[in-house]
């Protein structure tokens, strides 16, 4: 029988991976250049403000072709702004993004294709852009309403307010897509301040907060006309965020704000918590390996964390590792599946499924007489099946035995 199953998921990964072959041809010939922009809002003068606009795609939407060793994305882009039925701006701009292998080019990762700049009255407009592909004749566009804000007494006090990352040569890179990994170092803020109601003191104050929940705040007396800092997140857990900033004295206050994501990789996660990532890597790494990395210097345990999982990557000649992404795809799951009284990939159920992955079977019994809730999982080509019961009934199931 078990021979039988492993014929059986034979046919189904060979017909699998046709599918997938086919369908990564269809998609060739389908693929379009999806992209969004980003607006930000500065004051330029009393009757105008400079709209920045960042253009910005995934890798993967895009065709790239072999050209002199180098692998290159053609595109053209238009934009055009409205004001009811009039044009009043339209600029078209070519440009080019140019990568040394074909590995990156199949990256999932967002990257900046245009910035530009123009000039607006306060009010409403309608923002068209069209981007086109030369490689692959394919076009995109992105129609949006947008009200471009005034800026000073009355209005506006506070800029857009810029997010991004601090690398450690001490450059800010604004953050394309608002999603900020604490593998980028600190994030970073910036707003410029338009007017102030008084001469008095003035206090900043920016606030990170999630839910309501406030992480971060920082008081500071505005000496200047901008407001610009770093913020550590490495203690804060992935998921969304507000970022404000509010400008206030005796009397009154104006504040703006922004939302950001959180991210966190495994290689952040690692090193802010090295015991809870150790006894992760315990479940598939040997004691000698685990050990290596606990006991190794500071300095030196980035480096045996990278070489434990580059043993492990089924194509070490690519820059994807498959297997570490799989593994903390499995993680992932758990956390969102099994959590309860204790982390998801700390429970049995989660430990089970990190390891084997999904069952290929799974019996539930929530409701048996004289028993408490169980559930049976089977995984056919390793002729194993696991039990988990539910003993204490408070939903987390516990791992009953292990038959072989």
Known sequence: MCEGVKM????????????????????????????????LFFRHSEDQTRVELHFRTNRLNLIFKSSDKNYVAKLDLNLYVYSGNKLLVHESHDTAITLSSYDETTMDTTVELKQLNILLPPGKFKFLAKLFDRNSSKESKVETLMVVPRFGAGSDWISSIILGSV????????????????????LYYYAEIYYLPSDENITGTVSLYNNKTRFYKLNEKITSNTISGTIPVDSLESGPYTLKIT????HTSYSKETTLFIVWSPLAWFETDLNGSLELLSYIGSNDEI????????????????????????????????AMDEFYERVKYANEHFTGIRDGWRTDMGRVYIIYG???????????????????????????????????????????????
Do not use: C
């Open 358 to 404: 999904p069952p290929d079977e799974i019996e539930r019994h929530p409701f048996e007489l004289g028993s408490a809730p169980y559930e049976i999982w089977y995984y056919y080509a390793e002729r194993k099946k696991f039990i988990f019961i539910d003993k204490n009934q408070n939903g987390e199931y516990e791992l009953y035995n292990p038959v072989r």
């Open 291 to 322: 050990d290596s990395i606990r006991k190794a210097p500071k300095e030196e345990r980035r480096k045996k964390f990278e070489n434990f999982w580059r043993k492990r990557d089924p194509t070490p000649n690519t820059a994807k590792n498959e």
């Open 8 to 39: 059986k998921k034979w046919i189904y990964k060979k017909a699998f991976l046709f599918f997938l072959f086919t369908s990564l041809q269809a998609q060739q010939e389908t693929l379009r250049p999806d992209f969004k922009f980003l607006p």
């Open 247 to 250: 400008l206030s004295d005796a």
């Open 167 to 186: 690398s450690k040569d001490g450059k800010p890179q604004i953050l394309l897509d608002n999603r900020f990994s604490p593998d980028n170092g600190m």
